[in-house]
């Protein structure tokens, strides 16, 4: 199972007075099988950003069910040897989630977030794995082009919260990459996700 994570910072990412970060975490499979968007509460950095989106991606782990086989009501599907791979563009958040997984205690900003993230990686449901993948790259890179993918849909749902987060939230059809419609022009839905559909929640959509 390949889930990627990402953080934003927004249209004001430069600016921490007008800053409102979004982060997000999505299974991809080929297609987006279910993940998880929302607004950042509280302080609003990037980093932090990130760090949410590891966090929210394991709590959502940990009160899933494991059915044998995929669908997509209830997707987490998990391989015969349980391993989760979490798939991250941050170099901070796999640097210090090695660390963790190495068995030493990290010591760091964001705290309230790290402490339950270390519980769930050493003694979690699933045995998890984290790796750094490359953002923003092309197929010249010679990354895998599946993980290419995910992270590009981690990264525009992670910009819709941002985006929620700064002007509200939305129900329309104009989500993370996706065109809305114009006059003679259908929307089109770049992501492969459309609005109101189960696939990728809202952060307070979620009923655990």
């Given at each position: 199972m390949h889930i990627y994570l990402?953080?934003?910072?927004?249209?004001?990412?430069?600016?921490?007075?007008?800053?409102?970060?979004?982060?997000?975490?999505?299974?991809?499979?080929?297609v987006l099988a279910w993940g998880q968007y929302g607004a950042l509460d509280g302080l609003q950095t990037v980093p932090r950003s990130e760090v949410k989106a590891l966090h929210t991606a394991l709590v959502a782990l940990?009160?899933?069910?494991?059915?044998v086989i995929w669908n997509p009501q209830n997707p987490c599907?998990?391989?015969?040897?349980?391993?989760?791979?979490?798939?991250?563009?941050?170099?901070w958040v796999f640097d210090r989630s090695q660390q963790i997984l190495n068995g030493h205690t990290v010591s760091s900003v964001h705290g309230d977030l790290w402490g339950p993230i270390a519980?769930?990686?050493?003694?979690?449901?699933?045995?998890?794995?984290v790796h750094k993948v490359k953002a923003h790259v092309d197929e010249t890179s010679g990354q895998d082009l599946a993980h290419t993918t995910g992270n590009e849909?981690?990264?525009?749902?992670?910009k819709q919260g941002a985006h929620e987060a700064l002007h509200?939230?939305?129900?329309?059809?104009?989500?993370?990459?996706?065109?809305?419609?114009?006059?003679?022009?259908?929307?089109?839905?770049?992501?492969?996700?459309?609005?109101?559909?189960?696939?990728?929640?809202?952060?307070?959509q979620m009923t655990w």
């Open positions: 990402d953080g934003a910072g927004g249209e004001h990412s430069a600016d921490p007075r007008l800053r409102k970060c979004g982060f997000a975490w999505v299974q991809y499979i080929g940990q009160n899933s069910e494991t059915p599907y998990v391989a015969e040897d349980h391993v989760v791979h979490l798939h991250t563009d941050n170099k519980e769930m990686l050493r003694h979690g449901k699933f045995e998890v794995r849909h981690a990264d525009r749902w992670a509200g939230r939305t129900d329309s059809a104009q989500y993370a990459g996706c065109t809305p419609a114009t006059e003679g022009r259908p929307a089109v839905c770049h992501c492969a996700v459309r609005a109101r559909v189960q696939t990728i929640q809202r952060i307070d």
